[in-house]
């Protein structure tokens, strides 16, 4: 209570205009606070429970099995394209659209796989994850809510990125500790820099 009073007391101070980053850092504790007011107090237990470096992890995790999903999928649905083509009798004097008919099948077969590989995360990879995690996933949601959250009030204005400054991960998806969050702010503070000198 004390720190929020000096905190409160500082940002109206004159010296806020000399030290930009100190007013930023409050203004993100700030948003943070809002978030966890919108939550029942039901869901701020549940939020408490698991610590940021805890859900980071999770968070990283959830991403590596939604990948094996998706190679599990596009595997599965080249096998079962492949599978049927197979048993189909081939005239190589045909033609599909004016298009060899061997052709047609193999990007045929490579659509399929690439389909499965776009939907792996939802079939597969998310019905693991939640599976293994099933105990802490109810902590996880809410979690991740208020880090999505906080991702859309800190990430940068993509309307001003140019070749020389590209947009920083705006999604946060790369976001794996906390370590990287931090890589993550300064990134977004370098592309506001440099947004303003060459604007």
Not at 62 to 86: E, H, N, P
Request: with cysteine; proline share 4%; hydrophobic share 40%.
């Amino acid at each position: 209570m004390f720190f929020r009073q000096i905190c409160s007391r500082s940002i109206k101070s004159p010296l806020v205009s000399s030290f930009p980053r100190v007013s930023v850092r409050f203004q993100s504790s700030k948003v943070a606070g809002a978030s966890k007011a919108d939550l029942t107090p039901k869901e701020l237990e549940l939020a408490n429970k698991m610590t940021w470096e805890q859900f980071l992890t999770l968070r990283k995790e959830q991403r590596r099995t939604s990948l094996l999903g998706s190679g599990i999928a596009a595997f599965l649905a080249v096998v079962g394209a492949w599978g049927y083509v197979s048993q189909i009798q081939i005239d190589p004097t045909e033609t599909i659209f004016g298009i060899d008919t061997f052709t047609v099948y193999i990007g045929g077969i490579l659509a399929t796989g690439t389909v499965g590989f776009l939907l792996g995360p939802g079939l597969i990879g998310d019905p693991l994850f939640a599976l293994k995690n099933r105990k802490i996933m109810d902590c996880f949601r809410i979690k991740q809510k208020l880090f999505l959250r906080h991702i859309i009030e800190r990430r940068v204005d993509a309307s001003r990125q140019s070749m020389n400054n590209p947009v920083p991960d705006y999604y946060g998806e790369k976001i794996g500790s906390l370590k990287d969050y931090r890589q993550w702010l300064r990134d977004c503070n370098e592309y506001r820099r440099k947004a303003r000198e060459f604007l």
